[in-house]
């Protein structure tokens, strides 16, 4: 209801662990630039996906009002967001023996990662960091090319359908 209650708490560190508060700070610290990465690759596909979707609507609308042209140019503007998805996830998998079929890109890379790193309690590995920057770096090179496509490709497309005149409605 309307009521709170509140009570003061010390949080204590297991007295079975050895790793330092620094140690544990960084284990903390690469675990959420793990996060954040994997978030940023999953938002940036998730909307690429919503944009596909857009297009394809108005490809079968540009296909019904005779303008083959656009419409063909819409489905190459629709593969080439599809490509460079598929750089930063798999698309084809559907079950988990898809797993041994494709090989995994970066997002499933970065998420194997976190569970080493999230293993013991203890300062990760200089490995870790190091294959996190590999992997954030092609993330990053992927995630641009991404963003290259919605604001040139997509953003020509979006003027081409303007000036065509095709209702947007009915």
Do not use: C
């Amino acid at each position: 209801g309307n009521s709170s209650q509140s009570q003061r708490f010390e949080l204590v560190k297991d007295p079975r662990i050895d790793a330092s508060d620094e140690d544990m700070q960084a284990q903390f610290e690469l675990l959420l630039q793990i996060r954040d990465k994997l978030g940023e690759i999953h938002e940036a596909v998730e909307r690429s996906q919503g944009i596909r979707g857009q297009i394809e609507s108005w490809e079968k609308r540009l296909k019904e009002n005779d303008n083959e042209s656009l419409a063909a140019e819409a489905e190459r503007v629709r593969e080439r967001l599809r490509e460079a998805e598929s750089e930063l996830v798999e698309l084809r998998a559907r079950g988990g023996a898809d797993s041994f079929n494709y090989p995994p890109k970066v997002n499933s890379k970065i998420a194997s990662l976190q569970s080493t790193v999230a293993y013991g309690d203890s300062r990760p590995p200089q490995q870790t960091y190091e294959v996190f920057e590999l992997h954030a770096r092609h993330a990053d090179e992927q995630l641009a090319n991404l963003r290259k496509v919605i604001d040139t490709e997509v953003s020509t497309l979006n003027q081409k359908i303007a000036g065509a005149g095709v209702p947007a409605i009915g």
